[in-house]
C-alpha cells in the first residue's frame, strides 16, 4: 500500500517542527509559575560544616529556599542495576553533608523569577571543608587514593565478568603471537540540543502531582519519582511533549524532577526548572569513561586462539540509574564481537571518582566494546604482516554456525556476517584506495583507511511494550505507544506499521507518547527498542481493534459473517458493510484495541555492520578530514530506510565527535575544565563526511513480527573504530587515543617525519 512499511516517508512531524510549532517543556508557562534554580557545589570532594539561608529568603521576589533537612524524608535516587553489593552510593535530592563532584545539588530556591532565584542562590553562604579529590580512575586507583565513599572501603564498587578465564588465560599462553593494547576510552557530555527542564504542578483538590519533562519515557520515571515521594504511582501523572535529543541521558531521574513535584505542592503554585548550558555539561549523564588492557591471541594461520580484556570503567561519584550495567550487561558481554574466538575472558572493575555520574549514552556499552575489539584486529594485522580485511575474513561467525553462544550469555541468532564485509569492500571501492591514497600524498597529505566490524545487542529496556489504538468519531485512529521519540520519526514509522495493518492512510492515524493518564504502560525508548517491541505492540493492538469492530458490525450488519480491509468491514454473502469511521461513529468510545507485545524472556536483536572510512590528515596541521565513509548494516527489515539513513548520520557524527573532538576533562582537584562549547568540541557539518554511503544485506530478526532489527545506535558504534583505524592506518601504525586532536595527530606526524630524516 502507498507508505506502508518498507517505504521511504518523510517524517510527518518535521513540518510543526520546523515551523517552530514543537512543544518542549520550556515552552509551557502556567498561569502563577514560579521558577527553580539548583545552587551546585563548586567543589569536587568537601564536607558541608553549615548552610545559611536567610540572604537568600530576603532576596527580593525568593519564595523558598530548600536544603537537605527539608526533603530528608524522600528517599535517593536508586540506582536499578546496583552490582556492588553492600557498597551502596545513596544519592539524596539535596546533599547533606558531604559533596562529591562539581555540580553536586546543595539547595534549591524558588522564587517569582529565574533572576531572583538566581540572586537567591548566590546569597546562599555554604561553610564548605575542602577534601582530597581523585577525578580519575588513575586517581582512585593509587595506594594512597582519597575515598569517594569512605564507608565504602575502597573505590572499586564491584568487579564483574563473564567468559572463561582459566581458558582465556591458557589459549592465550599457547598462541602464536598475542596482540596487546592498552584502549583508553574518553568520557563524553551527550550535549542534546534541548537542556532538560521540569515543570512541576499541584492540583489541591485532588491532591494530584504532575510533572512535564523531556524523557526516553514516562512510565517508568514515574515509578522511580514515585517511590521517591513516597506516594502512589496513581497520584503522580508524567507527561513529555517533544524532546529535542536524549541519547540515553534523558532516560534518567535526576535530582529537580522530585524537587519541582516537592515546590509545588509546599506553595500551591507551578514550579519550572530549566537547566541552562552550564547545569548540562556537570550534571546531566556522561558516557563512556573507561581503560582497557586487552590481548587477542593467534594460531599460527593467523586465527583467532582466544581475547581477554581488563576494564576499570569510570562510575562518576554516584552509581547512576544504569550506571553498573553500562559495561557489564549492556556492552561486556558482547565483547568480541560476531568473531569465533574459542576461549574468552571479560572482566570489569567499577570505579567511583569525584566527577558526574557516568550511564547510558548512544550505544550503552556496544561501541566501548566494538572499539576494544576493533582497535586489536587492526594492530594484529599489521603485526601478522596480513591485510585487514584477509584478518577479517578468517573469524567471522558464517550462518552455518548461527545460532551460536558467545560465551558470555549470549546467542547470536541470524545472519550473513561474511557476505555483508564482502559487500561493504564493494561499496567503499576498496580496490581503488591506492590511487587515492597516492593522489592525497601527491598533495602533501597522509592519508588512510579504516574498517570495524560491529555488533551490538538491540532491544533492551524491557522485553515487552505496550499500544493502544482507539477510533474516534470523526474517524481519527489514535495510536498511543509506551516509548517515547526523541527525535527518531516515531510518530512516522508507528504511522505506517498500523496503516498497513489497517489498511488506511497514514493520514488518518495519529501517535500519541508521553502520558501516563493515556498509556500507564511502557519501558520507553533505549538500546533500539522501540520498533521491535513497539511495533509489534501497534501490530497487536490493531489486531485487537479489528476483532473488536468485528463483533460490534455483526451486530450492526446483523451477519454473522464479517471481514475487515482496507478499512471496510463487510458482511459476507451481501453487499452490507461499514467503514471503519462510520462504525465508530456508531459507537463512541466503543472501537479500540489494547495489547502488550512479549516476548515472554529478553530476546535482543542483533544489529551488524560493517563501517569503511578514509580519512585526510594534513601533516601540517593535524587537521583530519573523513573524505569517504560508507557502511552496509544488517538491520533486519527497514519500516522506513530513509529514517535508518537518518538514524545512521546521526550516529556517525556522534562516534565522529567522540574521536576527533569531544572530551570531558577535570583538573586534579575536580573541577570541570569542559564546561561549555567554548571549551568542549562537537561535529560541525564540515567536520562531516561530504557522503555517508549506507546500504544494507539484511536478514530478518526471528524475534518480532516485523523483523527488524535495532539502528539508532549502529551509527555511532560503528564510527568511533572505522575512524580511528583510519587515522592510525594514516600514521603508519602509530596508535593514537581518543580524541584525536589536530595537535596529537601533528604530533604523531612529526615524529614520523623525523623518524624518516634520521634515516
Known sequence: MKFGAGQSVKRGEDARLLKGEGRYTDDIQRPGQLYGITLRSPYGHAEIRGIDTAAALAVPGVVAVYTHDDIAAYGPIPCLVPLSGPKVTPRTLLVKDRVRFVGDSVAFVVAESREAARAGTEAIEVDYADLPVAASIEAALAPDAPLVWP????????????????????????????????????????????????????????????????????????????????????????????????????????????????????????????????????????????????ALGFDAEGRITALAVETWADLGAYQAQYGPAIQTMAGGTIMGGVYRIPAIHNLVHGVVTNTAPVDAYRGAGRPESAYV?????????????????????RDPLTPAELPHANGQGLTFDIGNFPAVLEKALEQADWTGFAARKAEAAARGQRYGRGMAYYVEIAGGGGSDEFADVRVGANGMVEVAVGTQSNGQGHETAYAQVTAERLGIPMEQIRIVQGDTVRLDQGNGTGGSRSMALGGGACLLAADALVARGIELAKADLGAD?????????????????????????????????????????????????????????????????????????????????????????????????????????????????TGSFMDYGVPRADDMPAAIVFDTLGTPSPTNPLGVKGCGEAGTIGAMPSIMNAIVNALDGTQIEMPATPEKLWRAARALQLAVAAE
Open 151 to 294: 564507608e565504602c572501603g575502597s573505590n572499586t564498587l564491584f568487579d564483574w565478568q563473564a567468559g572463561d578465564a582459566g581458558a582465556a588465560k591458557a589459549a592465550l599462553e599457547g598462541s602464536a603471537h598475542v596482540t596487546r593494547l592498552r584502549i583508553i576510552q574518553n568520557r563524553v557530555a551527550p550535549t542534546s540540543m534541548e537542556n532538560r527542564a521540569a515543570l512541576g504542578e499541584f492540583d489541591a483538590e485532588t491532591g494530584a502531582l504532575t510533572l512535564t519533562t523531556g524523557s526516553q519515557g514516562v512510565v517508568m520515571m514515574r515509578g522511580i519519582i514515585a517511590t521517591i515521594l513516597g506516594i502512589d504511582a496513581g497520584g503522580l501523572r508524567i507527561m513529555t511533549h517533544d524532546v529535542g535529543g536524549g541519547f540515553g541521558m534523558k532516560s534518567f531521574v535526576y535530582n529537580e524532577y522530585p524537587l519541582v513535584l516537592h515546590a509545588a505542592r509546599a506553595l500551591g503554585r507551578p514550579v519550572k526548572w530549566t537547566g541552562e548550558r552550564g547545569d548540562a555539561f556537570q550534571t546531566d549523564t556522561h558516557g563512556r569513561a573507561m581503560a582497557s588492557e586487552a
Open 373 to 393: 575489539m576493533e582497535r586489536l584486529v587492526e594492530a594484529a594485522a599489521r603485526e601478522l604482516g596480513l591485510g585487514v580485511e584477509e584478518i577479517r575474513r
Open 561 to 673: 459473517d464479517v471481514s475487515y480491509a482496507d478499512g471496510v468491514f463487510k458482511a459476507g454473502g451481501s453487499n452490507l458493510s461499514l467503514s471503519l469511521t462510520e462504525l465508530a461513529a456508531r459507537h463512541p468510545g466503543g472501537l479500540d484495541g489494547r495489547s502488550k507485545y512479549a516476548t515472554g524472556k529478553p530476546a535482543p536483536t542483533f544489529p551488524t555492520g560493517w563501517p569503511i572510512a578514509e580519512i585526510e590528515l594534513d601533516p601540517e596541521t593535524g587537521r583530519v578530514k573523513v573524505a569517504r565513509y560508507s557502511l552496509v548494516g544488517d538491520c533486519g527489515t527497514l519500516v522506513n530506510p530513509l529514517l535508518v539513513q537518518g538514524q545512521i548520520h546521526g550516529g556517525v557524527a556522534q562516534g565522529l565527535g567522540q574521536v576527533l573532538l569531544e572530551d570531558v576533562v577535570y583538573s586534579d582537584d575536580g573541577q570541570l575544565i
